[in-house]
Every structure is written in structure tokens, then in C-alpha cells.
């Protein structure tokens, strides 16, 4: 069974700083993906990142940054040069293998990040 | 893209009515379709995944004769709440991913904006 724990429910940065949001999972298969989510107040889920279990290099997109632990199986997400419209709720999420044909996505309970000015 | 609507936005309906949620992929075609429901302040809690052209594979709880899916074609997925009730009021939210076999493909889910739904 997978499993995705995220240990932080709320978080607070100032703007222009640098936040980490915790991720960490649990998984027996060796194929698998990790995704990071947000989720502004709109109710919206936007894709912000992805990293493969076999990548070697941990993935970025433009502020986002995957800090990829396979041995310790965290998936910390990075957001650089924090803006205030990068406060909203944030999850993890794991797509395992397939099962029965489908490739499911576990979601981790979500961290509220809130920018300060 | 990969970009994912969703209609209506918000519904308020009657107890004992139906309500029909639509998800269109609009620039992609999306094997499957994936249905989700959340509480507030919760996370996703996925009710059940379609495939195109085949009967949807419901999560353990959820009865699929009370929320009835549709998956007409590639680019589009229905989710029908039968008879609703006030506990069926909920936030639900669709997610398309694209074909196998793409170069790149990743297992991405794409999110639509999700719909609102209020049963009085």
C-alpha cells in the first residue's frame, strides 16, 4: 500500500524568502512517480512539479524545486523567492503502479502555506 | 497545455434531485479520467476512475448507483449524482491524464476547477 505523509498542516514565510514543504512516503514498488499540487482558495488544482523514481536529478520549474531523497523517501517541494500568491494549500501526491490497468494517485493531507508581506 | 474544465462551477439543488458534473480535457486526449471529492479542509478522496468507452472502476464505499459515470469519449467524462441528499453536498473535482505511450508521459493527472455542489 502506498502512503504519503505530509507532517506540516500550516506553514508561514515572508515574502521573498525561501520555504521547504515536507513530504515524505512509503511505497514498496520500485516504479513510481511523486507530484506536487496547489490548491489556492479558488478550489483549483494546479500541477506544479514532478519527479520520476528513476530520475537521477531532482526536477525544477522555474521556483519549484523537488528535493528528491530516495533512501529516505522524502519528496521535499522548494519554492524559492516566496510571492504572496503562493499562499494556498499544497499537496503531495504518488502515483503508484498500475492497478488493474489504472494508475492511481495518493494524496497527502496538504500543507497551508501562507506568504507574508 | 493541458487544460481541464469542468461545468457547472456551482450547483444548488433540491434533496431528491439529480445533478450531472461535466470534465472535458480541451486541448489533450485523456485516457483516463479520474473523479474525486473533498471536504473541506480536507484532501482529495478519490471516488472512482474511467476509462474511455468502459464501465468506471469505483473506490471501496462509494455506490455507483448513486453517483453514476460516464465516459463518452476521450475528451469528456460525466459524473451524474442520483437522488442527491444534503450529504452529498461536497466539493468534486475532476483530473484527466493523457495516453500511454507518449513520449514524456509521466502519469500527470490535470485538474478541472471543480464543481460546488449544495443539496438542500
Known amino acids: 500500500a502506498q502512503k504519503i505523509t505530509q507532517t506540516q498542516p500550516g506553514m508561514f514565510v515572508q515574502e521573498k524568502e525561501a520555504v521547504t514543504l515536507d513530504c515524505t512516503y512509503d511505497?514498496?514498488?520500485?516504479?513510481?512517480?511523486l507530484f506536487w499540487y496547489k490548491q489556492p482558495s479558488s478550489g483549483e488544482m494546479i500541477f506544479l512539479i514532478y519527479q520520476g523514481s528513476y530520475d537521477q536529478q531532482n526536477a525544477t520549474e522555474g521556483r519549484y524545486s523537488l528535493n528528491f531523497q530516495k533512501a529516505r523517501k522524502s519528496a521535499n517541494l522548494v519554492i524559492s523567492a516566496s510571492q504572496l500568491g503562493d499562499s494556498a494549500m499544497y499537496f503531495c501526491a504518488m502515483r503508484g503502479p498500475k492497478d488493474g490497468g489504472y494508475q492511481k494517485v495518493t494524496f497527502g493531507t496538504g500543507t497551508k502555506l501562507q506568504v507574508i508581506p | 497545455g493541458a487544460v481541464v474544465s469542468q461545468h457547472p462551477s456551482w450547483v444548488i439543488c433540491k434533496s431528491g434531485t439529480s445533478v450531472k458534473i461535466e470534465c472535458r480535457s480541451l486541448d489533450f486526449q485523456a485516457t483516463t479520467m479520474f473523479w474525486y471529492r473533498q471536504f473541506p479542509k480536507q484532501s482529495l478522496m478519490l471516488m472512482a476512475t474511467s476509462n474511455e468507452g468502459s464501465k468506471a472502476t469505483y473506490e471501496q464505499g462509494v455506490e455507483k448507483d448513486k453517483f453514476l459515470i460516464n465516459h463518452a469519449s476521450l475528451t469528456l467524462s460525466t459524473l451524474t449524482v442520483t437522488s442527491a441528499h444534503p450529504e452529498d453536498s461536497s466539493f468534486y473535482i475532476c483530473?484527466?491524464?493523457?495516453?500511454?505511450?507518449?513520449?514524456?508521459?509521466?502519469?500527470?493527472?490535470?485538474f478541472g476547477p471543480g464543481t460546488r455542489l449544495l443539496v438542500l
Open positions: 511505497t514498496s514498488d520500485p516504479s513510481y512517480g
Open positions: 483530473s484527466a491524464s493523457r495516453l500511454p505511450g507518449l513520449a514524456g508521459a509521466t502519469g500527470t493527472q490535470y
